[in-house]
Nanobody, 124 residues
């Protein structure tokens, strides 16, 4: 049974940093892209970042480019999201997900498995 478990969320002041982790289990994900999405209250879930399985390259939403960094450790089946210079508008539930698509999938429907989410709150 595939399971994705996020951790590392919390409350931080604007300008601060958080590091999210997502541990995957149930199978090997070295040939899956691993990504992060987020959903703020009253808004649709939106793409944040993805890291490919084939060359480890990353792709980011414009809203987080230059502030967030995605990385992965295939030996641990884990993906990370380092979030710096956080803003109040980054407040959301953050979800990790894995995709069998090649390259940098960024659409909700391109992902096969999802975690339950972790809350990130940025105060002004």
């Amino acid at each position: 049974q595939v399971q994705l478990v996020e951790s590392g969320g919390g409350l931080v002041h604007a300008g601060g940093s958080l590091r999210l982790s997502c541990a995957a289990s149930g199978r090997t994900f070295d040939k899956y892209a691993m990504g992060w999405f987020r959903q703020a209250p009253g808004k649709e879930r939106e793409f944040v970042a993805v890291i490919s399985w084939n060359d480890g390259s990353a792709y980011y939403a414009d809203s987080v480019k230059g502030r967030f960094t995605i990385s992965r450790d295939n030996a641990k089946n884990t993906v990370y999201l380092q979030m710096n210079s956080l803003k109040p508008e980054d407040t959301a539930v953050y979800y990790c997900a894995v995709s069998s698509w090649y390259g940098h999938p960024y659409r909700f429907g391109e992902y096969d498995y999802w975690g339950q989410g972790t809350q990130v709150t940025v105060s002004s």
